[in-house]
């Protein structure tokens, strides 16, 4: 079946580091690829997405590549600040009427001043 | 735009009693999911909602779990009788459609525990 596969944290990085979250995915066809993000105490919000292959999601600095050939979708920010502190989930779906997200484990991110 | 809302935010419990989760989700959203999220995993989809029908509950533990969506607006899930294994956060979520690539919106979650 889908699943997808998170590198386990945490990850702790001092400010203006360098950061790579790796996730890969396992799917039958052709699925949309995401990034939430989760902060201390709040719900689940959508950080960045693509939907085909080649395609680069972006937002807030944050950046990932779908990549059909390596089935991954490595999440990376060029310089991370306190504020990125959180649980980063990886997840996929297909769209369609069943929607679901199925979701990978959740890698948490510490950034120390 | 108001987002998703839970209530209650937190919940203690003994095994084998009854608890009941409520969901409000954003205004004009067809769309509504419950997700369950043990401590340590991911979040797993529980039953999706389209209106007031149900398109999915395959991982809805139906001889304890029911869900409904009166309305095609708020919905309600219950557990009944709860179980050790049933501590988690429970996660609602609407997006205004389904389709290829399209954003769910979550709720901050009822954080159960059962003791």
């Known amino acids: 079946g889908d699943s997808v596969t998170q590198m386990e944290g945490p990850v702790t990085l001092s400010e203006e580091a360098f950061l790579t979250i790796n996730c890969t995915y396992t799917a039958t066809g052709y699925p949309s690829l995401f990034w939430y993000v989760q902060y201390p105490g709040e719900g689940l919000q959508l950080l960045l997405k693509a939907t085909k292959a080649d395609d680069k999601g972006s937002n807030k600095g944050f950046e990932a590549t779908y990549r059909k050939e390596t089935t991954s979708f490595h999440l990376e920010k060029g310089s991370v600040q306190v504020s990125d502190s959180a649980v980063y989930f990886c997840a996929l779906n297909y769209g369609g009427a069943t929607n679901k997200l199925i979701f990978g484990t959740g890698t948490l991110l510490a950034v120390q001043p | 735009e108001a987002g998703v809302a839970q209530s209650p935010r937190y919940k203690i419990i003994e095994k084998r009693q009854s608890v009941a989760f409520w969901c409000n989700p954003i205004s004009g959203h067809a769309t509504l999911y419950w997700y369950q999220q043990i401590l340590g995993q991911g979040p797993k989809l529980l039953i999706q909602?389209?209106?007031?029908?149900?398109?999915?509950d395959s991982q809805l533990p139906k001889d304890r779990f029911s869900a409904e969506r009166l309305k095609g607006v708020d919905s309600t899930l219950k557990i009944q009788p709860a179980k050790l294994e049933d501590s988690a956060v429970y996660l609602c979520?609407?997006?205004?459609?389904?389709?290829?690539?399209?954003?769910?919106?979550f709720g901050p979650g009822t954080r159960l525990t059962v003791l």
């Open positions: 979520a609407s997006s205004l459609v389904v389709g290829h690539g399209n954003e769910q919106f």
């Open positions: 909602f389209q209106n007031n029908g149900v398109v999915d």
